[in-house]
């Protein structure tokens, strides 16, 4: 972890952190056999915005990853998402130790439009992460009809 993170990030979870991202992640993967999906991810800290307006050329949709402890985080992408009219997804990251929050609350807390679908995943689960991207790929389609 860099001093740039030092008042961001929880330095207690660095000794259980085998890897992390410097500054893009990339993946790819297959829905369907006519349906691949290329995946860029950066972290939301100030110091990756640049990337930002690079990673949506040529994007069909994004999804925002929400820690629900961090909420306050995520403003800034959500309004990036919404003033460049990229249709985008929340997903509402469940893991142990977290709180579950209904969905209305986390549309109010993050002040979202009804037209932007709210998932919940676990981030770590592959299953989890793959129907999160069907619903961003249905969200997009349903736009787009």
Not at 105 to 133: C, H, N, Q, W, Y
């Amino acid at each position: 972890m860099t001093d740039a993170s030092a008042d961001i990030d929880d330095a207690d979870q660095a000794v259980r952190k085998t890897t992390t991202t410097v500054a893009m992640d990339f993946g790819r993967i297959t829905l369907a056999a006519d349906l691949r999906l290329y995946l860029f991810g950066t972290p939301g800290q100030t110091r990756f915005w640049f990337v930002w307006d690079d990673l949506v050329a040529g994007a069909i949709g994004a999804v925002v990853l929400v820690d629900t402890r961090r909420v306050a985080d995520c403003f800034p992408a959500v309004d990036y998402f919404e003033n460049c009219g990229l249709p985008f997804i929340v997903a509402v990251n469940r893991f142990n130790g977290v709180a579950a929050h209904r969905e209305a609350t986390v549309r109010e807390a993050l002040a979202l439009s009804d037209g932007v679908p709210i998932v919940f995943t676990d981030a770590r689960e592959r299953s989890s992460v793959k129907e999160t991207l069907v619903s961003l790929v249905e969200h997009v389609l349903a736009g787009a009809a």
